[in-house]
């Protein structure tokens, strides 16, 4: 079992950065995909980005690539998605999602991850 638990988000205007968090416990984190999705209001949840369980790769949805940068430190547990030049439009809930390694299927799948955090509001201002 992990616990995700996602922190860091806020209300910024346009432009501004936001760097979010996803702790997570209970279990080896450096065996764990971890992604990060978001839910604006009135939309399906989407992918925002996703890295592997070793840093080796990591994807990113078309929208938020050259602004948003996944990473994470094994060491301290913890995901990180570094958000700059942020836009009206990246407002919603933002959450981090786990799944072990061995588990198959493309990493903008949500199915496929197992584990969730509670989210976290990011509200970006015109």
């Known amino acids: 079992q992990v616990q995700l638990v996602e922190s860091g988000g806020g209300l910024v205007q346009t432009g501004d950065s936001l760097r979010l968090s996803c702790a997570a416990s209970g279990r080896t984190f450096n065996i764990y995909t971890v992604g990060w999705f978001r839910q604006a209001p009135g939309k399906e949840r989407e992918f925002v980005a996703a890295?592997?369980?070793?840093?080796?790769?990591?994807y990113y949805e078309d929208s938020v690539k050259g602004r948003f940068t996944i990473y994470r430190d094994n060491d301290k547990n913890t995901a990180y998605l570094q958000m700059d030049s942020l836009k009206p439009e990246d407002t919603a809930v933002y959450y981090c999602?786990?799944?072990?390694?061995?588990?198959?299927?493309?990493?903008?799948?949500?199915?496929?991850?197992?584990?969730w955090g509670q989210g976290t509001q990011v509200t970006v201002s015109s």
């Open positions: 999602a786990a799944r072990h390694r061995t588990v198959g299927g493309g990493f903008t799948s949500e199915a496929t991850y197992k584990y």
């Open positions: 890295i592997s369980w070793g840093s080796m790769s990591t």
